[in-house]
């Protein structure tokens, strides 16, 4: 049993008070009732289902802050968590190396299993403890991260394998080491590759999705992102710091910026978003991982009875038509 004192307060959000209240005074009555060998269970039952009004509420009103704080949850399910043993990713067998330079240990490839269906699985991995995020570049890849990648899909393409692609980062690593090993050119080279892949491609965005860094493994036949995950041409801070060279007015940057996924479909430049567990991704990760699991089964399904031509095509018409009236009438569609 939890003890009062033992709740680790860093897990809860700055506009989450209420919902540690709420589980202070749970513990504050199993603590008692165990003192005096009276179950308050009705009680509890009562402050539980408070809790989840609370949090509904909360959680249905997000602004573009408050939704880049869960993204960045310290406790939310990174790429590493999808292929681990009790994740959503079963038998993967990962292959390193660009041919080129090295292995980018950021963007992790292999094969591997999702339900019954065998996939090129590619992911951004930012690491979780300290150390193991400054070794990650916190999810900033090179661009031998990003030819590995396109190398092992046209490996995919080679065997007929579908691709699925977890995008979860602030940006492709800025460093002038990686600008000599040509970053730009090697973003650009995957935007084309992937526009033209011969195999079916899904993206989803499960935490960051950052500027060039998302799109060099976010082209192809859907683009979906977890309900509070972010997907955006510059993070708030980076704005901030461009436009008024202070880090204090990110908060109102991300508020503009239009970066989450409900903004994001309303303007047609996402498919589809992916329901979180009440109160986030960080608060169950076997249902996140079920609810990922399903939208890729699903969409799977559809793409495969598609002819390589009608699926060529579509990739290509839904390319083009970012920014155009076309999009528009899509999105007037999908919102009625």
Partial sequence: MKNKDS????????????????DQQIIELEEDGEKRGIKYLPD???????????????YSDLDGWQVVQIARHFKRPIFQDYIDKTGLIKDFRELHGDRCFGDDRIIITGFGKIGNVKLMIIGQNKGRKTKEKIECNFGCANPEG????????????KYRVPVVSFIDTPGAYPGIEAEERGQASAIGMNLREMSRLKVPIISIVIGEGG?????????GDRFAMLANS????????????ILEGNLTKAPEYAK??????KKLLSLGLIDDIIKEPLGGAHRHHQRTFHNVQ???????????????????????????????????????????
């Fill in 211 to 219: 500027s060039g860094g998302a799109l060099a493994i976010g082209v």
């Fill in 146 to 157: 990003y030819r590995k990648a396109l190398l092992k899909m046209k490996l995919a393409e």
């Fill in 230 to 241: 972010f997907y955006s041409v510059i993070s708030p801070e980076g704005c901030a710091a």
């Fill in 7 to 22: 709740l680790d307060t860093k897990f809860y959000l700055y506009f989450e008070k209420p919902i540690l209240d709420y």
């Fill in 294 to 336: 399903e939208y890729i089964v699903r969409t799977l399904n559809e793409l495969n009875g598609k002819s390589l031509e009608d699926l060529l095509d579509e990739r290509y018409k839904r390319l083009i038509s970012f920014g155009t009236d076309s999009i528009k009438q899509k999105t007037k569609k999908r919102l009625h």
């Fill in 256 to 261: 503009v910026l239009g970066l989450t996924s």
């Fill in 44 to 58: 509890i039952r009562k402050i539980r289902r408070k809790k989840a009004i609370r949090l509904r509420k909360i």
